[in-house]
Structures are given as structure tokens and as C-alpha cells.
């Protein structure tokens, strides 16, 4: 298993350095100067030590190099539209707020989606289950930014139960963490739900009838263990959908997550920052690719035999 | 202090307004380095509130400033300023009462907001202009007469109420309502040029058949397209590129290509002069028709029209040197009928407003020109449900 | 009292979109202690319904057990019991294997949990000790080195030692009856009768009552006392297992025998073969079930139902050739021979 994780490890390692590469040639490919409004009212030789500062003077593969040497110090550099604010700065402050709502939305959302699929999926055709697939279609159907205005015109403009926007205590995270785990919410519900009736009718299931065991039992050993399996595999997509939806959430809610940081510094072409932002998102994807490929093989006892002996 | 000028400054106080000579404290600007301003922490203030805390994109809390010099007519104790980007966000705030004040634009809650009798609309002149800039390298734009005829092409009466919700006026001049020579308003000296214009000669069509004869071009408008250049993707630039590409074509019979491009792509194009036609805003500096007119002088980095007038360089030069207001007032009044009148270099096409409502119970804000923002100096509230 | 099971009128349906499905039809019949059983018949004749019927595993709906039929365990309705009492049934009194070892252990649960489980449920073990017994039965089951195996995971293990753990865990209880569904159908011709023969010894040495289902005659000739042949829903013929093999009278007993391959080697040609297909149950059914594939079928056949002709005091037949104006049949001449 150790090796396992070692041999991911490298390839995580390679795929961010790929990640890297791409993001650095393209973001430098796309026209357009991140210091061309900030040095525009500047004398020549001003603006030309500016450009150096940065490294801007350089030529492209020069800067690329010189980018990886920092970042192997583990310097991510500085804003360049806020002189002062380094990288590593604004992901330390901004993250844990980021991180805070992703966490709920998708703990909730799996969670919360994976018991309403399996309601619907015991209580098959029956009000429970055509309750959960409406709110799951709504909730494929409903773009999580509609979503959040209506929450937010609802919940706190009419009824004035939670804060409309900004960030401070948990009820600030209410309404956009809704807002953002509703989609897995309905995703999770109908994939559950599909995964219970087919472990349902799965043979081992008459099996464990035929011993008479509780229904408890049946239930959560035989058929929610079998059932979470295949749902395991659509976290990634689900943690990506969720990183994604909150760029607008976040705008919507004024939540300072780095979602909003990431949105601005493409805007303003800083370079740093985006760079910056995309190793950050982009290893925390790989991580938790990597989370649920173990988790599925403590869940899962086939995987987790093929992989000692691939290994 | 002291400040020794190399000359003499008609309009030296009124630059003192100007962000690049706020004061700083010396020693610790060198020991912060490129940290100052960036925190809170490395922020010192000398005004009636400092800064004491900062959310960066969420918000500011500054409280009052015991050490300002008129302390004791602040009454205010704490100013939070909300950092909110999406404007039905603010809006939801502003009407729940977790705003007191918040700028307002969007026309449908402008119609809710002024039916409000606990709140106050509040839309002052800012010193800006938005207008359209030619390249005069490009073959076209290199006659006056074309220039003219796209100056005067837009209805700016109408441009004002349907791209602006009539939150701004009509500019038919450079110099915005507001800006002062000495004591005087300059605008109620100065006739705007491109009224004139606009008199004498009511078919802006036919100035563009003209120029193009004159320049041995095809005299069919319909044959011309042009490339507009728009510093934005966003639905609301097209929206205003889709109105401009409208009256244009309506008004002249030309074809209008608009490129929508990011803003650090437009500065960048316009400064390499790599653009036809493009449009944005100025806003002024400091108290001055300067603020305005210097930038339109040979050599200066913001002019990239390609246009270059020797005359118009030595009046702005007699402006910044003389201590005689009547003069310079005189100076500045025909540099801009050069600049709009007999070379129309731009068009300016709206003098920009601010626009916010407040509640009633908040009292005594000011918005000074040139600052940053609302002033709270003598703010307070009263009567806060 | 000999008799631990008694099955009367049993009629099971189920509700489809195409409509009801009729696939047991009234079926009757009884099983004492210590006794093998044999339900034999072609596939989709309802074998499986009734095995599951006995336990009340048919899902309802789209099942449904129809009025007047009866299920007593040792005197007890066993349709009329509690959810309560049918668990405590399920497992204790009544094991079952199924036919797919592959598809009936589940896969995410090592296999001396899964053993385990009904022990804690019904004999009030803790885990640890229902283990120990886990451990035994894999022994008894001949198991390789069951301490260690109690550990590993169904795909770990080959498609008959699965059958083995299906067996242990029907067996745990020490239940009175075992059904075992087609439990060799899905396995090596070799395994299956490893399979088998271990079966019938567990049966004697716990006296355990056996339900043996199956499509195959071959199958259940050195096990089964008895035999009831199953077409179309119904049963046909009941009989010994002699009483079948030498004796048998119904027409479908005869395509049955006729394909037992090992039976009546030389014979193989000759054979009575059956074509066509079984009756579509959702369709009403008057006549005789078999008459579209019977080659003695008679005019009566196709409009009335054949009436049950008891042949000896364990013996019967559902056939009109047993009517006494019917035309004296010869049997086919493989029926002749000593087996
Ligand atoms: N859940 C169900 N829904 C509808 N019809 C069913 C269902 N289960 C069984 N049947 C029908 O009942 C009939 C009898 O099925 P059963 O499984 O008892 O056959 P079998 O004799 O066990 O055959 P096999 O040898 O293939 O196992 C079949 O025609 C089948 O289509
Ligand atoms: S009743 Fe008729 S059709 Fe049915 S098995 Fe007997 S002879 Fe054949
Ligand atoms: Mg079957």
C-alpha cells in the first residue's frame, strides 16, 4: 500500500508540473499585459525597472525557468496588481474560507444526497421517492447562481432570517452553502437511489433475507455498503463541480474565498496570482483524486486486492 | 514642510488634492517597502478615521482617528465598507438595512429604491467624461471632417437615458460642469464646442462624404467598416458596444465591427495604436481644466490618437505657466475648440454622474470631487429604527 | 409427527406490465423429517417460485401468493406469520442456496461475517463465538484452512468453494429443512458432484429435510426419495424416486428421463425429444399444459384440465391417458430397461 501511494505521489508531482507548464505558456500566450494599467502614467525608465522587477523584461521561457526555481523554494511570488500581497499570502487567507464552504457543501451534499437516494430508492414509486426525484431534476435543471439568488431573495430580503451577503459567523455560510451542495444534493440522490435498486435485486441480497437477519442489518451491511460504492467514484467530478460553482457563489454571497482572488487576477492578467491559484487548485484536485482511490479501496475489498498484487 | 516648485503654478494648491501627493510618513514607507498599503496593519492615516481592519474582498472597518487634528467634529465611531461585487447583492443589502449607503445603478432597482420614502437618492457630477477616440494613423481617421461627422453621429440626449438610465448629462464639451479655473466654473464661461458644431452642420452624413472626397476615397459610406475596439467581454459592454455600432451605422450609413477584448489587452492595443475606434473615460485628478487638457499635448502618455497640434501644445504651456487666471481660462477655452471644434481629436459623449441612495437617518455625508469616495468627516446618523 | 412441512394449493402470481404471470398454479405437496425431496422441471416452470414461496422471499409485489394457499411448518401457516416470526423462520428453521455462487455471497463482506451473522441473529452469539462457529463450518464444509479463510472475501474464492460457504451458511443454524436451488447448476460436471455428495452427507448427519430443486433427472436419481415433476406451474407427477424412474406415466416424465444423458447412453438417437416451447403464463391455460408439445395429445387434452389419477399411496399423475376410455399408450422402450 505504501508504495502504492508512493508511485501516486510521483504522478501527482508530474501531473501538476504538466498542469504547470501548460498554464504558464498559455496564460502568457493570451494577449494582454498585467502591469499595462498600473504602469501606464509611468516615465520610461520607471515603467522599464517595473517590467524588470517582475521579471516581465525577460523573454518567456526565461521567466518559465526562473518560476520553477522559486517555486521549488516554495516562493509563489507577489501580485503584481497588488504590490505587497504575495501569493502565498492570499491563498493562507483566502483558502480557509473556501475550503470552509467546499467542505460543508459537499459533506452535505454527499451526505444529505445519499440518504434521500436511498430513501427513494427503498421506497421506490412511492411519494418518497418521486418527492426526492423531483427535487433531484430541479436541482440538475437549476443553475446553483439562480439558486442563489432566490435564496438570498427569499431567506433574507423577505424573510429576513439569514445575512444577505459577506462572511463572519456560521450563519453567513448557510444560504451559499445551499446553494453550492444542491446540485450534488440531486446528483447523488439519483445515483443512490439507481445503486440501492440494483444492489437490491443483486442474489446476495435473497441471501441475506434467506439468514433472517434484522432489516437494519440488510439494510446498512448488505445493501448501503454494496450501494456507496459506485457513488465513491463520482466525488471527483462532484469536488470539481464544487470548486467551479463556487467562483460565482462566492461573488454572489461576497464571500472573500480565493474563487473571487482567481476570477479577479485573470481579469487583471496577474500572472502570479493565477499561477499561483491554479497549483493550488489543481493539487487539490490531484489530492483528492487520490483521497477517494484509497477510500474506494477501503471500501471496496475487490480493489483493494488487485492493487497488492499489481503492486 | 516645504516644497520648492521649479516654477510658477497657477493651480499648485488645487494639486495638492491629487493621490500622488497625499504626505507619507518616510521612515515607514522605507520599512514596509512594497508591504505599505496592503494591510491594514502597514496603513497610517492622518484624516479623520484610520483604517483598523481589512477583509481583503469582504470588508474595511475604520474607526475614528483620536489624533486628527479636528477630532472633536467627527462623530462617527466606525465606517465598515462592504466589499460587494454583484450589484443585486448590494441591492439585497441596501434594501434589508445591512447597507446604509450603496451606489445604485441597475434601472430596475433605481425605480424600487426612489419609491422608498425612508431613503434618499443622491446623484452628484464627478469630474469624468466618457468618450470616443479615433486613430488617426488609420487612413480615414487621419481627416477632420470624418472625425467631426462620428463626433457628432451619436444622440447623446438619448445615449444618456438608455445606456446611463439618465444618470449623467449629455457632454458636448471636455471640460465636465464642475471643474473650476480659480474660482471660476469654467463650463459657465465656456461655451461647449460641439454645440456648435452640431448647429452648423446638422447631416453628419454629408461631413463624411465630404471627408472622404477630400481624401480621394470611394464617397459610398456603406463600402466602410470599421473595427471598434471594446475593453471588456461582459454583457454590459456589448451592450453599450451594440447602442454605439447602431446610431453609428444609423447616423453615417458606415459598417462598425466591434472586437471585444479584455481590459490589460485593450490598454495595451491602444497604447501600440493598434485600433481603430474605441471609447472610455477620464476622470479627472485634481481641480483644474489641466487635469483634462495636458493629456492631449505632443508626447504625453496618454494621448494615442496620433494627433499632434503645435498650437494647442503652446496654449496648454502658456496655461501651466501663467498666474493669471483670466488668461489661462482663456488658453484652456481655445485649446478645446481646437481639440473638439476645428480637429474633433475625441468625442466626448456623456459628463458622468455618481449616483447612490442612503437612508434618511444618515446625515451630513459630503462627496468631495476629489477624494476617495464619500466623506464622513461630519457624518452621523439620527433617528436609526 | 413425521411431517415438518405441508404445502397445499400453493398459487403464486406476479403483476406485470404485460399482465398477471400465473407461474405456480395450485401446487401441492408434503416433506418429513429427515427426508429428500426433489422438485424437478424445465426452466421458467415455476421450481424457483415455490422454493422461495416456502420462506416468503417473493417480493410482493409484484408477487402475490394467492388465496387459499397454505404453507404449515410443523403445524404452523407460515403466510400467516408475523414479520417477526418469518425472520426468526428465515435462517433457523428453513436454510436456502441459491443457484449462482458467484452472484449470492456479497462481495464487500468477508466471508466469516457472513456466516456469522445468522448465528448472532438466532443463537444469540457474540462475535466472537459465532466466529469459532464460522471456523467450524467451513471445517465441516471442507474448507482449507478455514481459520484464515474466515478472513478473505468472496472473490477470493472459486465458484464451488463459494457453493461450500452457501452451504455453511445455510447450514449454521442447523435448520430443518434445507432448500437448495439448482445448487450444481453453475458448477464444474467434477465439482458438482463433490458438491452433491457433501449435501447428502451433512443431510444425514444433521437429519436435515432437503428440498432439492432442479432441471436435471440425472442429478437427483442417488439422492432424492422422492420426486415431483413440475410443468408449466403444476406438478404432474409425484412419485419415489423408483416409482419416476421405472414407473413413470406422464408424458413429460418421459421427455425428462429421455434426456438424462448418462442414463441411457446407447439409446441417445432414439431419443424423445421435446420441441416447442413451455405454455406463455399469462395466458389462461383449459386444457392439458403440456398438450402443444405432447405427442399422445388428444382432442380432451386441449379443452379439460387432466384430472390427478392415483397411481399407488405415494404415486399420482396428472394425465388423460390414465382415463379408462383413453388409448392404451406404450411407454417409450428406454422406460423398459433397467436402469
Ligand atoms: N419477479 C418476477 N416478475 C415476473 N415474473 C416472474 C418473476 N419471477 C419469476 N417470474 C416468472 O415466473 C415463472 C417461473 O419462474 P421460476 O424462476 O420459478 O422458474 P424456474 O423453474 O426456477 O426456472 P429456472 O430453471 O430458469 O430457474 C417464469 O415464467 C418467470 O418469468
Ligand atoms: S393429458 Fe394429454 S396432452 Fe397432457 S400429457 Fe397427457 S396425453 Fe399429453
Ligand atoms: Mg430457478
Same mark, same amino acid.
Given at each position: 500500500m505504501l508504495k502504492y501511494i508512493l508511485k501516486r505521489v510521483l504522478y501527482m508531482v508530474l501531473t501538476l508540473w504538466i498542469v504547470i507548464t501548460i498554464t504558464f505558456f498559455l496564460i502568457h500566450a493570451i494577449p494582454g499585459n498585467p502591469l499595462a494599467s498600473l504602469a501606464r502614467n509611468l516615465p520610461p525608465q520607471v515603467r522599464a525597472n517595473y517590467y524588470a522587477k517582475y521579471g516581465l523584461d525577460k523573454s518567456v521561457p526565461q521567466q518559465y525557468v526562473m518560476f520553477l526555481k522559486n517555486l521549488f523554494h516554495g516562493d509563489l511570488g507577489e501580485s503584481l496588481k497588488f504590490p505587497g500581497r504575495s501569493v502565498t499570502d492570499i491563498i493562507s487567507e483566502h483558502a480557509p474560507i473556501s475550503a470552509r464552504l467546499g467542505i460543508q457543501a459537499i459533506l452535505i451534499g454527499v451526505i444529505v444526497g445519499i440518504v434521500l437516494g436511498i430513501i427513494a430508492g427503498f421506497k421506490r414509486n412511492r411519494w418518497p421517492d418521486h418527492l426526492v426525484m423531483f427535487v433531484a431534476i430541479l436541482g440538475v435543471c437549476l443553475p446553483s447562481f439562480v439558486l442563489a439568488a432566490l435564496l438570498q431573495y427569499i431567506l433574507s430580503v423577505k424573510i429576513e432570517l439569514f445575512p444577505t451577503a459577506g462572511w463572519g459567523t456560521g450563519k453567513y455560510t448557510v444560504l451559499p452553502t445551499i446553494a453550492l451542495c444542491f446540485g450534488s444534493i440531486a446528483t447523488y440522490a439519483r445515483y443512490m437511489r439507481s445503486s440501492v435498486l440494483d444492489v437490491i435485486n443483486q442474489d446476495y441480497i435473497l441471501t441475506a433475507k434467506a439468514k433472517g437477519i434484522s432489516n437494519f442489518s440488510l439494510i446498512w451491511k448488505h445493501v448501503i455498503r454494496n450501494a456507496i460504492i459506485p457513488a465513491i467514484t463520482i466525488l471527483p467530478p462532484q469536488i470539481a463541480g464544487i470548486f467551479g460553482g463556487s467562483f460565482v457563489i462566492e461573488s454572489i454571497f461576497a464571500i472573500p474565498g480565493l474563487g473571487s482572488n482567481l476570477v479577479d487576477a485573470v481579469n487583471n492578467r496577474d500572472y502570479t496570482v493565477i499561477m499561483g491559484l491554479t497549483i493550488f487548485y489543481c493539487a487539490l484536485y490531484i489530492i483528492s483524486l487520490l483521497v477517494v482511490d484509497i477510500l474506494y479501496g477501503v471500501v471496496d475489498p475487490r480493489v483493494r486486492v488487485s492493487e497488492d498484487t499489481t503492486e | 514642510m516645504e516644497i520648492t516648485l521649479e516654477g510658477p503654478c497657477a493651480y499648485f494648491e488645487k494639486l495638492l488634492a491629487f493621490k500622488t501627493m497625499y504626505p507619507q510618513r518616510k521612515d515607514l514607507v522605507e520599512e514596509w517597502g512594497d508591504k505599505a498599503g496592503s494591510e491594514a496593519e502597514y496603513t497610517i492615516s492622518c484624516g479623520?478615521? @484610520?483604517?483598523? @481592519?481589512w477583509t481583503h474582498k469582504s470588508e474595511l472597518v475604520l474607526v475614528k482617528n483620536e489624533n486628527y487634528w479636528d477630532a472633536d467634529k467627527v462623530k462617527l465611531d466606525k465606517v465598515t465598507y462592504k466589499i460587494v461585487e454583484d450589484p443585486n447583492t448590494a441591492s439585497n443589502m441596501l434594501s434589508n438595512g445591512q447597507l446604509d449607503i450603496c451606489a445604485v445603478s441597475k434601472p430596475e432597482w433605481l425605480e424600487k429604491f426612489k419609491q422608498r420614502d425612508d431613503m434618499t437618492y443622491v446623484s452628484e457630477f464627478e469630474p469624468s467624461v466618457a468618450y470616443q477616440f479615433f486613430n488617426q494613423e488609420v487612413e480615414l481617421f487621419s481627416n477632420a471632417n470624418i472625425r467631426k461627422a462620428f463626433a457628432l453621429a451619436v444622440d447623446k440626449e438619448e445615449l444618456v437615458d438608455v445606456l446611463y438610465y439618465g444618470i449623467g448629462e449629455p457632454a458636448y464639451g471636455w471640460i465636465p460642469p464642475v471643474m473650476k479655473v480659480g474660482d471660476k466654473t469654467y463650463r459657465d464661461v465656456v461655451e461647449e464646442p460641439l454645440k456648435k458644431l452640431q448647429e452648423e452642420n446638422p447631416d453628419p452624413k454629408e461631413l463624411l462624404i465630404k471627408g472622404l472626397e477630400e481624401l480621394g476615397m470611394d464617397p459610398d459610406p456603406s463600402k466602410i467598416t470599421i473595427n471598434m475596439l471594446e475593453g471588456g467581454t461582459d454583457p454590459e459592454t456589448r451592450r453599450f458596444a451594440e447602442y454605439y455600432q447602431q446610431a453609428y451605422e444609423t447616423a453615417l450609413g458606415v459598417n462598425i465591427k466591434a472586437e471585444y477584448v479584455d481590459w490589460p489587452v485593450f490598454l495595451d492595443r491602444v497604447q501600440n495604436m493598434d485600433y481603430e475606434l474605441a471609447g472610455m473615460g477620464w476622470m479627472g485628478d485634481y481641480d483644474d481644466p489641466m487635469t483634462f487638457m495636458d493629456m492631449w499635448m505632443t508626447g504625453s502618455e496618454m494621448s494615442n490618437t496620433g494627433w499632434s497640434n503645435k498650437e494647442y501644445d503652446e496654449l496648454i504651456k502658456k496655461a501651466q505657466e501663467s498666474l493669471d487666471e483670466e488668461e489661462r481660462l482663456e488658453c484652456f477655452k481655445r485649446a478645446e475648440e481646437i481639440l473638439l471644434y476645428e480637429d474633433a481629436v475625441i468625442a466626448p459623449v456623456i459628463y458622468r454622474k455618481s449616483s447612490r441612495f442612503q437612508y434618511n437617518y444618515v446625515k451630513d455625508t459630503m462627496k468631495p470631487l476629489f477624494g476617495s469616495g464619500i466623506e464622513f468627516k461630519y457624518a452621523y446618523t439620527q433617528d436609526r429604527k | 409427527m413425521n411431517r415438518i412441512l405441508e404445502v397445499k394449493n400453493l398459487a403464486v402470481s406476479f403483476h406485470t406490465y404485460a399482465g398477471e404471470v400465473k407461474a405456480v398454479r395450485g401446487v401441492n405437496f408434503y416433506l418429513d423429517r429427515g427426508e429428500a425431496l426433489a422438485l424437478v422441471g424445465e426452466s421458467g416452470c415455476g421450481k424457483t417460485v415455490t422454493a422461495k414461496s416456502l420462506m416468503r422471499l417473493n417480493p410482493i409485489p409484484p408477487a402475490e401468493i394467492k388465496e387459499g394457499s397454505s404453507i404449515k411448518y410443523n403445524g404452523k401457516e407460515v403466510l400467516d406469520m408475523s414479520k417477526e416470526e418469518i425472520r426468526a423462520f428465515r435462517g433457523a428453521e428453513v436454510g436456502m442456496i441459491f443457484q449462482d455462487p458467484m452472484t449470492s455471497l456479497n462481495p464487500t463482506m468477508k466471508i466469516g461475517d457472513q456466516i456469522a451473522e445468522s448465528l448472532i441473529t438466532h443463537m444469540n452469539l457474540n462475535k466472537k463465538d459465532a466466529l469459532d462457529k464460522a471456523v467450524q463450518m467451513l471445517e465441516r464444509v471442507d474448507i482449507p484452512k478455514p481459520e484464515e479463510r474466515i478472513n478473505s472475501y468472496p472473490h477470493e474464492f472459486s465458484g464451488g468453494m463459494r457453493q461450500r460457504v452457501m452451504i455453511a451458511i445455510a447450514l449454521a443454524c442447523n435448520p430443518r429443512i434445507l432448500i437448495a436451488d439448482e445448487p450444481t447448476t453453475a458448477l464444474d460436471v467434477t465439482i458438482q458432484a463433490q458438491v452433491l455428495e457433501l449435501l447428502k452427507e451433512l443431510q444425514s448427519e444433521m437429519n436435515t429435510s432437503i428440498i432439492l430443486v432442479t432441471h436435471d433427472l440425472g442429478v437427483v436419481a442417488n439422492f432424492a426419495d422422492r420426486i415431483h415433476v413440475m410443468y408449466a406451474g403444476k406438478i404432474v407427477e409425484k412419485g419415489t424416486t423408483r416409482e419416476i424412474f421405472y414407473e413413470g406415466e406422464h408424458p413429460y416424465t418421459w421427455a425428462l428421463l429421455s434426456s438424462v444423458p448418462d442414463l441411457y447412453e446407447e439409446n441417445r438417437k432414439k431419443l424423445y425429444s421435446l420441441a416447442g416451447t413451455p405454455p406463455d403464463l399469462l395466458l389462461p391455460l383449459d386444457g392439458c399444459p403440456f398438450a402443444s408439445r405432447c405427442r399422445y395429445c388428444m382432442q380432451i387434452c386441449k379443452e379439460k384440465m387432466p384430472p390427478k389419477t392415483e397411481l399407488s399411496e405415494s404415486h399420482s399423475v396428472s394425465c388423460w391417458l390414465k382415463h379408462p376410455s383413453a388409448p392404451k399408450v406404450e411407454k417409450p422402450h428406454i422406460l423398459r430397461r433397467d436402469v
Amino acid at each position: 500500500m505504501l508504495k502504492y501511494i508512493l508511485k501516486r505521489v510521483l504522478y501527482m508531482v508530474l501531473t501538476l508540473w504538466i498542469v504547470i507548464t501548460i498554464t504558464f505558456f498559455l496564460i502568457h500566450a493570451i494577449p494582454g499585459n498585467p502591469l499595462a494599467s498600473l504602469a501606464r502614467n509611468l516615465p520610461p525608465q520607471v515603467r522599464a525597472n517595473y517590467y524588470a522587477k517582475y521579471g516581465l523584461d525577460k523573454s518567456v521561457p526565461q521567466q518559465y525557468v526562473m518560476f520553477l526555481k522559486n517555486l521549488f523554494h516554495g516562493d509563489l511570488g507577489e501580485s503584481l496588481k497588488f504590490p505587497g500581497r504575495s501569493v502565498t499570502d492570499i491563498i493562507s487567507e483566502h483558502a480557509p474560507i473556501s475550503a470552509r464552504l467546499g467542505i460543508q457543501a459537499i459533506l452535505i451534499g454527499v451526505i444529505v444526497g445519499i440518504v434521500l437516494g436511498i430513501i427513494a430508492g427503498f421506497k421506490r414509486n412511492r411519494w418518497p421517492d418521486h418527492l426526492v426525484m423531483f427535487v433531484a431534476i430541479l436541482g440538475v435543471c437549476l443553475p446553483s447562481f439562480v439558486l442563489a439568488a432566490l435564496l438570498q431573495y427569499i431567506l433574507s430580503v423577505k424573510i429576513e432570517l439569514f445575512p444577505t451577503a459577506g462572511w463572519g459567523t456560521g450563519k453567513y455560510t448557510v444560504l451559499p452553502t445551499i446553494a453550492l451542495c444542491f446540485g450534488s444534493i440531486a446528483t447523488y440522490a439519483r445515483y443512490m437511489r439507481s445503486s440501492v435498486l440494483d444492489v437490491i435485486n443483486q442474489d446476495y441480497i435473497l441471501t441475506a433475507k434467506a439468514k433472517g437477519i434484522s432489516n437494519f442489518s440488510l439494510i446498512w451491511k448488505h445493501v448501503i455498503r454494496n450501494a456507496i460504492i459506485p457513488a465513491i467514484t463520482i466525488l471527483p467530478p462532484q469536488i470539481a463541480g464544487i470548486f467551479g460553482g463556487s467562483f460565482v457563489i462566492e461573488s454572489i454571497f461576497a464571500i472573500p474565498g480565493l474563487g473571487s482572488n482567481l476570477v479577479d487576477a485573470v481579469n487583471n492578467r496577474d500572472y502570479t496570482v493565477i499561477m499561483g491559484l491554479t497549483i493550488f487548485y489543481c493539487a487539490l484536485y490531484i489530492i483528492s483524486l487520490l483521497v477517494v482511490d484509497i477510500l474506494y479501496g477501503v471500501v471496496d475489498p475487490r480493489v483493494r486486492v488487485s492493487e497488492d498484487t499489481t503492486e | 514642510m516645504e516644497i520648492t516648485l521649479e516654477g510658477p503654478c497657477a493651480y499648485f494648491e488645487k494639486l495638492l488634492a491629487f493621490k500622488t501627493m497625499y504626505p507619507q510618513r518616510k521612515d515607514l514607507v522605507e520599512e514596509w517597502g512594497d508591504k505599505a498599503g496592503s494591510e491594514a496593519e502597514y496603513t497610517i492615516s492622518c484624516g479623520p478615521f @484610520k483604517l483598523e @481592519k481589512w477583509t481583503h474582498k469582504s470588508e474595511l472597518v475604520l474607526v475614528k482617528n483620536e489624533n486628527y487634528w479636528d477630532a472633536d467634529k467627527v462623530k462617527l465611531d466606525k465606517v465598515t465598507y462592504k466589499i460587494v461585487e454583484d450589484p443585486n447583492t448590494a441591492s439585497n443589502m441596501l434594501s434589508n438595512g445591512q447597507l446604509d449607503i450603496c451606489a445604485v445603478s441597475k434601472p430596475e432597482w433605481l425605480e424600487k429604491f426612489k419609491q422608498r420614502d425612508d431613503m434618499t437618492y443622491v446623484s452628484e457630477f464627478e469630474p469624468s467624461v466618457a468618450y470616443q477616440f479615433f486613430n488617426q494613423e488609420v487612413e480615414l481617421f487621419s481627416n477632420a471632417n470624418i472625425r467631426k461627422a462620428f463626433a457628432l453621429a451619436v444622440d447623446k440626449e438619448e445615449l444618456v437615458d438608455v445606456l446611463y438610465y439618465g444618470i449623467g448629462e449629455p457632454a458636448y464639451g471636455w471640460i465636465p460642469p464642475v471643474m473650476k479655473v480659480g474660482d471660476k466654473t469654467y463650463r459657465d464661461v465656456v461655451e461647449e464646442p460641439l454645440k456648435k458644431l452640431q448647429e452648423e452642420n446638422p447631416d453628419p452624413k454629408e461631413l463624411l462624404i465630404k471627408g472622404l472626397e477630400e481624401l480621394g476615397m470611394d464617397p459610398d459610406p456603406s463600402k466602410i467598416t470599421i473595427n471598434m475596439l471594446e475593453g471588456g467581454t461582459d454583457p454590459e459592454t456589448r451592450r453599450f458596444a451594440e447602442y454605439y455600432q447602431q446610431a453609428y451605422e444609423t447616423a453615417l450609413g458606415v459598417n462598425i465591427k466591434a472586437e471585444y477584448v479584455d481590459w490589460p489587452v485593450f490598454l495595451d492595443r491602444v497604447q501600440n495604436m493598434d485600433y481603430e475606434l474605441a471609447g472610455m473615460g477620464w476622470m479627472g485628478d485634481y481641480d483644474d481644466p489641466m487635469t483634462f487638457m495636458d493629456m492631449w499635448m505632443t508626447g504625453s502618455e496618454m494621448s494615442n490618437t496620433g494627433w499632434s497640434n503645435k498650437e494647442y501644445d503652446e496654449l496648454i504651456k502658456k496655461a501651466q505657466e501663467s498666474l493669471d487666471e483670466e488668461e489661462r481660462l482663456e488658453c484652456f477655452k481655445r485649446a478645446e475648440e481646437i481639440l473638439l471644434y476645428e480637429d474633433a481629436v475625441i468625442a466626448p459623449v456623456i459628463y458622468r454622474k455618481s449616483s447612490r441612495f442612503q437612508y434618511n437617518y444618515v446625515k451630513d455625508t459630503m462627496k468631495p470631487l476629489f477624494g476617495s469616495g464619500i466623506e464622513f468627516k461630519y457624518a452621523y446618523t439620527q433617528d436609526r429604527k | 409427527m413425521n411431517r415438518i412441512l405441508e404445502v397445499k394449493n400453493l398459487a403464486v402470481s406476479f403483476h406485470t406490465y404485460a399482465g398477471e404471470v400465473k407461474a405456480v398454479r395450485g401446487v401441492n405437496f408434503y416433506l418429513d423429517r429427515g427426508e429428500a425431496l426433489a422438485l424437478v422441471g424445465e426452466s421458467g416452470c415455476g421450481k424457483t417460485v415455490t422454493a422461495k414461496s416456502l420462506m416468503r422471499l417473493n417480493p410482493i409485489p409484484p408477487a402475490e401468493i394467492k388465496e387459499g394457499s397454505s404453507i404449515k411448518y410443523n403445524g404452523k401457516e407460515v403466510l400467516d406469520m408475523s414479520k417477526e416470526e418469518i425472520r426468526a423462520f428465515r435462517g433457523a428453521e428453513v436454510g436456502m442456496i441459491f443457484q449462482d455462487p458467484m452472484t449470492s455471497l456479497n462481495p464487500t463482506m468477508k466471508i466469516g461475517d457472513q456466516i456469522a451473522e445468522s448465528l448472532i441473529t438466532h443463537m444469540n452469539l457474540n462475535k466472537k463465538d459465532a466466529l469459532d462457529k464460522a471456523v467450524q463450518m467451513l471445517e465441516r464444509v471442507d474448507i482449507p484452512k478455514p481459520e484464515e479463510r474466515i478472513n478473505s472475501y468472496p472473490h477470493e474464492f472459486s465458484g464451488g468453494m463459494r457453493q461450500r460457504v452457501m452451504i455453511a451458511i445455510a447450514l449454521a443454524c442447523n435448520p430443518r429443512i434445507l432448500i437448495a436451488d439448482e445448487p450444481t447448476t453453475a458448477l464444474d460436471v467434477t465439482i458438482q458432484a463433490q458438491v452433491l455428495e457433501l449435501l447428502k452427507e451433512l443431510q444425514s448427519e444433521m437429519n436435515t429435510s432437503i428440498i432439492l430443486v432442479t432441471h436435471d433427472l440425472g442429478v437427483v436419481a442417488n439422492f432424492a426419495d422422492r420426486i415431483h415433476v413440475m410443468y408449466a406451474g403444476k406438478i404432474v407427477e409425484k412419485g419415489t424416486t423408483r416409482e419416476i424412474f421405472y414407473e413413470g406415466e406422464h408424458p413429460y416424465t418421459w421427455a425428462l428421463l429421455s434426456s438424462v444423458p448418462d442414463l441411457y447412453e446407447e439409446n441417445r438417437k432414439k431419443l424423445y425429444s421435446l420441441a416447442g416451447t413451455p405454455p406463455d403464463l399469462l395466458l389462461p391455460l383449459d386444457g392439458c399444459p403440456f398438450a402443444s408439445r405432447c405427442r399422445y395429445c388428444m382432442q380432451i387434452c386441449k379443452e379439460k384440465m387432466p384430472p390427478k389419477t392415483e397411481l399407488s399411496e405415494s404415486h399420482s399423475v396428472s394425465c388423460w391417458l390414465k382415463h379408462p376410455s383413453a388409448p392404451k399408450v406404450e411407454k417409450p422402450h428406454i422406460l423398459r430397461r433397467d436402469v
